[in-house]
């Protein structure tokens, strides 16, 4: 499934994988992995986990490559 990137690097998360990961609209959290491969994971963020972590992998990496291969 595929998503347009908005001039501010949004994206719309499908509803098939809000439900998935049981997010609810303002009051949940995800957070994005780059993997060795360069697959990206995205999964619900821990309650205690909101806002922007940076993990030192790949600086720079633009979103357009981060979602190249998004996997759950």
Do not use: W
């Amino acid at each position: 499934m595929a998503n347009r990137l908005t001039i501010k690097g949004q994206v719309t998360v499908p509803k098939e994988i809000r439900d998935f990961l049981h997010l609810k609209s303002g009051g949940s959290a995800i957070e994005f992995e780059i993997e060795e491969d360069g697959r990206v994971c995205i999964r619900k963020a821990d309650a205690g986990k909101r806002g922007r972590e940076d993990s030192g992998r790949r600086p720079g990496a633009d979103i357009v490559s981060l979602l190249s291969g998004v996997c759950i």
